[in-house]
């Protein structure tokens, strides 16, 4: 199994709501990241969880707050988004935390912010 | 910063070959990766290459120049389903493991 799944695939959320995306992935990786990616622009790195920690953050505003609750599973949570988040939200997945390795991207999440 | 272009857009012929290529300008270089992503979907790996020369895989080959700070992906016998963005991404080494994407070449294979 060389798949990463993302719920949902599509989300519209009002800029007072409170939403989770989903990640999961079940090959044993032990790096997780979350992207984000906007139209004919590369995926820009949001969040990077080594070992079920936290290791690196990107300036990320704290409206996205990031979970990994096992080593199976990655959540972004969303609270009080700006029309400007709307993006398609990706997911990765490598097997090596720390060190340059191939990345398996789930499908994305569509966030459209209204 | 770092630097990593390339061409925006590019079309080609149904069986016919297409060079996408890929220059960085980074403060360091461990190795570079192409990806395939089409439209609403995630990218999908193709290659890494660390060393000089070219690495063929089927269809799809991947070469790098080091010293010239150049790689390009080689399509040869499109196929229609090879209109997608190609992604290349520098690892820029030390401690910076993380791959850091170029904007993605557009191709369209028209009949």
């Known amino acids: 199994d060389t798949e990463v799944t993302q719920t949902p695939k599509h989300l519209v959320m009002g800029m007072t709501n409170k939403k989770s995306l989903k990640c999961e992935q079940h090959m044993g990786h032990r790096a997780m990241y979350w992207y984000k990616q906007k139209a004919k622009k590369p995926p820009e790195l949001m969040f990077v969880y080594s070992y079920e920690k936290l290791s690196i953050n990107e300036s990320v505003p704290s409206r996205f707050s990031p979970e990994c609750p096992n080593s199976s599973l990655l959540n972004l949570h969303l609270h009080a988004l700006q029309p400007e988040d709307s993006a398609l939200y990706l997911c990765?997945?490598?097997?090596?935390?720390?060190?340059?390795?191939?990345?398996?991207f789930g499908p994305g999440t569509r966030l459209t912010v209204l | 910063g770092q630097n990593i272009d390339q061409p925006t857009e590019m079309t080609a012929t149904e069986g016919a070959i297409v060079q996408i290529n890929c220059t960085y300008q980074t403060s360091g270089f461990n190795g570079l990766f192409w990806y395939q992503q089409h439209a609403g979907e995630a990218p999908t790996f193709l290659s890494y290459n660390v060393l000089d020369g070219l690495e063929e895989k089927g269809r799809f080959s991947s070469f790098l120049s080091r010293s010239k700070g150049y790689s390009y992906l080689l399509l040869k016998e499109l196929q229609m389903k090879d209109s997608a963005s190609y992604l290349c991404?520098?690892?820029?080494?030390?401690?910076?493991?993380?791959?850091?994407f170029g904007r993605g070449t557009s191709l369209i294979v028209h009949p």
């Open positions: 990765a997945s490598s097997q090596v935390a720390g060190v340059t390795d191939t990345q398996y």
């Open positions: 991404a520098v690892s820029l080494g030390g401690g910076s493991y993380i791959p850091t």
